[in-house]
């Protein structure tokens, strides 16, 4: 029994691994939230997420939208439950995306072409007065 209370402290990773397990226990994850919380970098956590899936240890809770808008980030919590589907997109909202994207691309590409006539009337006017 005295040899218990000279044992060498748990190696930092094994730790960050309970770390992960605590917080996917508690509510679900995204690989970003372990990774500002725990200071883990992504890939390993990755690996370790990918190894309690295979042993049904942890299961995909919800999706969450990313910066853009998209519904493909997964949360993830401790438990053996059914994956939550990754949410589809109607017409509707593609279009409805694709329109916001268009009409962006078409201010940018008037802004540039009214900066390209102007450059072009201030030499022109450059070339007249030298």
């Known amino acids: 029994m005295k040899y218990l209370l000279h044992t060498a402290p748990l190696p930092i990773t094994v730790i960050c691994y309970a770390k992960v397990v605590a917080m996917l226990s508690e509510q679900p994850c995204t690989y970003a939230q372990m990774v500002a919380e725990i200071?883990?970098?992504?890939?390993?956590?990755?690996?370790?997420?990918?190894?309690?899936?295979?042993?049904?240890?942890?299961?995909?809770?919800?999706?969450?939208?990313?910066?853009?808008?998209?519904?493909?980030?997964?949360?993830?919590q401790m438990?053996?439950?059914?994956?939550?589907k990754q949410p589809s997109y109607t017409d509707a909202e593609k279009k409805a995306r694709y329109r916001r994207r268009n009409k962006e691309r078409i201010k940018e590409k008037a802004r540039e072409k009214y900066r390209q006539s102007t450059y072009k009337q201030l030499m022109s006017i450059a070339e007249v007065r030298a």
């Open 39 to 76: 200071g883990m970098t992504r890939s390993t956590i990755a690996k370790f997420i990918a190894a309690l899936r295979k042993e049904d240890y942890c299961y995909i809770a919800a999706w969450t939208a990313n910066d853009n808008g998209r519904r493909n980030l997964a949360m993830f």
């Open 79 to 84: 438990g053996s439950k059914q994956d939550a």
